[in-house]
């Protein structure tokens, strides 16, 4: 059973720029996200499309990382996100211009997310169609201040 603190956490779902930014960019403006999720003031989930995306994403030549450090980068990750499996039929989600970004709504629907954080411009498109707040970076950072 989690502690009291990791029971008010706000579930999110972090799209994999996001992701990447607070994973490879140490002095970036998202560091302060994986230092959220490694204090456990956030709940960051994850399934396997969004790791899927995230470890093809690791992988590209333009950020020169090798195996063992994108497995390190992971494990600065998963530890801390939750699990979900994702059964949530498409059709049920938003039209959305990019499918791509399905993965982040499946996500969101499936784990109960209290907010899904992009700076995705499609899912930015959607999100008056969504039940569950599609925030920015910033807006995120204002939105957990006032929780």
Known sequence: MGT???MNAPR?????HCLVSALIFARGSCVWIREAWQAKRIIPLASRDTV???LRVLAYP???LARHEQETLLAEFLP???TVTVAVPTYRLPAIR???DLIFLALAEAGQADALISGDADL???KDRFRIPILTIAEFADWLQTR
Do not use: C, G, P, R
């Open 124 to 126: 930015h498109a959607i």
């Open 4 to 6: 009291q603190a990791d």
């Open 52 to 54: 899927s995306e995230l």
């Open 62 to 64: 333009k950020f020169a």
């Open 12 to 16: 999110v779902v972090l799209d994999t």
């Open 98 to 100: 990019d499918a791509d």
């Open 80 to 82: 801390y996100a939750e």
